[in-house]
């Protein structure tokens, strides 16, 4: 037996360092990408260049002065706003039906509730071009905030339905108990207790609506475009550094809020409760 142990023993260190090689290859190739865009964003040259010659923040500060971008970005941050507001709401009623409801074919209502995580969204995007150029919706507000919102409402699914599943249903019965209505029950007891995964749901259809830009390409007009259409509408006509900055921000804002998601969610864990995978 400690034969055995032994000559297993070389074969699974090889084994681990060959998987630890593997990880840090894919991802360097995977991260490599993105951090290069960092210095690109500061090169002081007309065109994109690797290295950058010399630094400069010109690019950033035109980004920030220019109105098609400004226009762009707050058109964005609104309808990523009205996108949080509207998942948060329907994602939440949608959790609490799953996972408390006794409903008929509930496997097939998740799926279908989580099915734009799986198809393509250049799919979806051509389907909801179809859908909306008729009834007008096609470069307007309502429509992107229903697209983005289908887009969005299954990530706000994912983290309550988590939450409520670690919700002792008890508590629940026992305000029914006393007096209280279902939805008094929820509102008092259950809600404050999921508090915290509906703010990190709010933050990835947050998300979701800001960096989509499939979608967006589909449905946007002439005149009303999202950033990362503005994004890609640049990338056709003039690749310059101004491309890799604004890419830069929408990674700062991002990592930004999924790290205050990330500590807002610890700080909000009772204590002794173990940390979601």
């Known amino acids: 037996m400690q034969a055995e142990t ?25 991260l490599l990408p993105i951090v290069i865009v ?3 964003s500061l ?10 010659r010399d630094l400069t923040l010109a690019w950033y500060r035109e ?26 709401v329907i994602g939440t009623m949608a959790a609490v039906a799953l996972v408390r409801g006794a409903l008929v074919g509930k496997r097939a209502l998740t799926a279908l509730t989580l099915a734009p995580l799986i198809v393509p969204h250049i799919v979806l995007g051509i ?13 307007t507000v309502p429509g992107f905030v229903i697209a ?7 990530f706000v699914v994912l983290t309550v339905s988590a939450a409520l599943y670690r919700v002792d249903r008890s508590l629940e019965l026992a305000a029914v108990n006393l007096g209280a209505t279902r939805f008094q029950a929820f509102r008092l007891v259950t809600f404050p207790l999921i508090f915290p995964a509906v703010a990190v749901g709010g933050v990835f259809a947050f998300l979701a609506s800001f960096d989509e830009a499939v979608v967006s390409f589909f449905l946007s007009g002439v005149s009303t475009k999202t950033l990362p259409r503005k994004l890609f509408e640049n990338i056709d006509f003039d690749i310059s550094p101004l491309i890799p900055a604004v890419a830069t921000l929408l990674m700062a804002v ?3 809020m999924m790290g205050g998601a990330t500590l807002f969610g610890r700080r909000s864990r009772p204590a002794g409760e173990p940390a979601s995978p």
């Open 148 to 154: 983005h919102t289908a887009l969005a409402v299954p």
């Open 43 to 52: 090169g002081g040259a007309r065109f994109l260049t690797f290295p950058p």
């Open 63 to 88: 980004f920030l002065s220019d109105p098609e971008w400004q226009e762009a970005t707050f058109y964005s941050i609104k309808i990523a706003l009205l996108t949080t507001l509207s998942s948060v």
């Open 127 to 139: 389907a909801l071009y179809l859908s909306f150029t008729p009834l007008g919706l096609s470069g």
């Open 254 to 256: 991002s990592l930004a």
């Open 38 to 40: 960092v210095p690109m």
């Open 6 to 30: 032994r000559s297993a023993s070389p074969h699974r260190g090889v084994a681990d360092i060959v998987g630890a090689a593997v990880l840090v290859m894919i991802l360097c190739f995977l």
